[in-house]
């Protein structure tokens, strides 16, 4: 059981460069969700979905997209990097809003 | 002001030493109340989850919550040099519009052996 799978492991973009942070998870879960985390700030949700096709905003949502075509895939696009987007990233998801989170092992990100 | 705050440490203590990390936080809608552990270069895991007041027992650790104080604790009875790693806690609401927890910053904790 794979549980929450990110890619890329690692990623240095030029700013004005735009990609897109892969998650997947193989245990069914409705709710998935999007954390940036930076040193002495915790955790910040960046967007979130509560099932395919339902996408919300979080805490730091400027400069990323979302979308949940599939319960399994959440991916998270940087539209136009900005060196205050290097961060680690981490997909999570759960069975409900207020279960147990699972998260991936993270995308560690530089922007130049 | 921060919702929730947490000591960023490190804290090193020695093999076999009982652990107490603690968080405070300002929301008093704040609900369930987590302790997350992540170790370097990992994603958080969870370690306890507690709703409300009181306490939670697994094992060698202990989760405690006193929303009177708006205080929570984790303790760790016989820490081990596996227990290091870095502790989040974790704290939402719950049946609100606000869907999402609030995570402290972390305590990084070292056991030496």
């Known amino acids: 059981n794979a549980g929450v799978t990110q890619t890329p492991k690692f990623q240095v973009l030029k700013t004005g460069q735009s990609m897109t942070l892969q998650c997947a998870q193989d245990?069914?879960?409705?709710?998935m969700s999007w954390y940036r985390q930076d040193p002495g700030m915790g955790l910040r949700l960046i967007h979130y979905?509560?099932?395919?096709?339902?996408?919300d905003q979080g805490e730091v949502p400027n400069g990323y997209n979302v979308s949940r075509s599939t319960t399994e895939d959440f991916p998270l696009r940087l539209l136009s990097a900005a060196p205050s987007q290097t961060s680690v990233y981490f997909c999570a998801s759960s069975s409900g809003i207020w279960e147990k989170l699972f998260f991936g092992s993270g995308t560690q990100l530089s922007v130049l | 002001q921060k919702e929730v705050e947490q000591d960023p440490g490190p804290l090193s203590v020695p093999e076999g030493a009982i652990v107490s990390l603690n968080c405070t936080y300002s929301?008093?809608?704040?609900?369930?109340f987590m302790w997350y552990r992540q170790y370097s270069r990992k994603g958080p895991e969870l370690l306890m989850y507690t709703y409300s007041s009181g306490n939670k027992e697994d094992g060698r650790f202990t989760a405690q919550v006193d929303k009177s104080s708006k205080y929570i604790s984790l303790f760790i009875r016989d820490s081990q040099p596996s227990d290091s790693a870095t502790y989040l806690c974790?704290?939402?609401?719950?049946?609100?519009?606000?869907?999402?927890?609030?995570f402290g910053s972390g305590t990084r904790l070292q056991v030496q052996p």
């Open positions: 245990m069914n879960h409705e709710y």
């Open positions: 974790a704290m939402s609401e719950y049946n609100t519009g606000r869907r999402a927890l609030t």
């Open positions: 979905s509560v099932g395919a096709g339902i996408t």
């Open positions: 929301n008093s809608a704040f609900q369930y």
